[in-house]
């Protein structure tokens, strides 16, 4: 018995949404299925496995019932035993299933409204994967679209099909746009969220900007020129730097153009915000100086663990370097990563002495010596008393004006000086009960083991109950690193196993007892 009813109109309107929607017909068909599936779960059972099928080339809309064969039944409404199946199909197997058809159901007002939110909800879900899924791989690029509608700030594009997202902190400052304009902006970040995937826009992101000169430069489109790095402070100004794979093309007048042409097309469409365009370079030294361009730079010094470069600029330079509100040496940070310290040439000079006068006045304390020999251990680049102790005769005789009596005497001063200090220090650490199974541990200097006293960290417990970044906060960041803290804190906690490893006193007491021993008692 045929119980299949035609429904080509259903053919019509899956054609329409398709064509409406762009999405898949099948996908459409798919979900009017589901729909009717959902009706007829209401009218037979829902714990029944209802099916509705509809002929992609008639319309003819089928429903039915399906019961899976199985040895031991758990669900009465979906299964059925195998041997009782076998009755009415002999050559069902395990796993098979019995599909009896169902006369076509006539939908009322409930099940026809129903109907059209399972179709409503599964279109919108189809709708949403492909806008993900468009744009998924689109991040990095530039996009136009159009203003739909402003919320608190937060404007919705419309580009082709899609919305979306640029938030008012992604607009440059002073810049406003109504609804019907229209706007170019960068795809920073595409993410699937509960109600649906959002793309998120920029006009602010540092890509907006290297993506603009890439449309309006064709030798970086091209690859020949690269932007390795770009910084800025929208609306205002950006410092962008860039190499060229080819020595004949100039990285910076390519960019600038004829006349400054291309700049200024970039430039219009930032409102106005200003460009500087640097040379990129890899000697770290070289690229902070090009970042602090227009300012004149004449001394860096590179602190490479610290992530830290010191500038000397002259005196009339040092507002430029700087910027109105530190714009410039902000940017030009951002620019190169490096944190960035900027001196003039006065101060670095007052600096420079005051050291001097600082490492001059240690010497001629600890050595007894006078101003002069003093200052020329420094001159010659000596900053501690245990570089001067471990430093070779000879090579200090070679200073001007000494001879290899006054090496000897100065490296026998320097070594009592550090042999007195240390036994005051040592003395200092037994008064305050730091024990000798810290000071044993050589990564600890007497200096070290006085700062663990006064933080009462005096046993090897209290050492092993610390953490790293607790012991190189007590000790000093450039005492020590987090790789040697816990080095020392499990030698600190050595014992512990050891202790866990040895036999309880009472054991092995009776361990030692002798059979006869036994035996006699």
Known sequence: MDTSVARPELLLVADAVAREKSID????LEAMEQAIQKAGRAKYGHEKDIRATIDRKTGDVRLSRWTEAVETVENEETQIPLHIARKFKPDIELGGHLIDPLPP???GRIAAQTAKQVIVQRVREYERKKQYDEFKDRVGEIINGVVKRTEYGNMMVEVGRAEALLRRDELIPRESFRNGDRVRAYIYDVREEPRGPQVFLSRTHPGFLAKLFAQEVPEIYDGIIEIKAVS??????AKMAVISRDSSIDPV??????RGSRVQAVVQELQGEKIDIIPWSPQAATFVVNA?????????VMDEEAGRVEVVVPDDQLSLAIGRRGQNVRLASQLTRWDIDILTEAEESERRQEEFRRRTGLFVEALDVDDVIAGLLVTEGFNTIEELAFVAPDELAEIEGFDDSVAEELIRRAEAFLLSRDNALNDKRL????????????????????QLGEKGIKTLDDLADLASD??????????MDEETANTVIMVARAHWFDDAAAPEPEAAADADESPEETGDA
């Open 232 to 237: 800025r402070d929208p609306g205002s100004r």
């Open 431 to 450: 008064s305050l009960g730091v024990t000798d199974d810290i000071a044993v541990i050589e990564t600890f200097t007497p200096a070290m083991l006085v």
């Open 105 to 107: 159901i006539d939908f």
């Open 253 to 258: 007048g390519a960019c600038v153009g004829m």
């Open 25 to 28: 017909r099948d996908e459409v």
């Open 292 to 300: 602090l361009a227009p300012a004149e730079v004449t001394k860096v």
């Open 470 to 479: 607790e012991l190189i906060e007590i000790v000093g960041e450039t005492a």
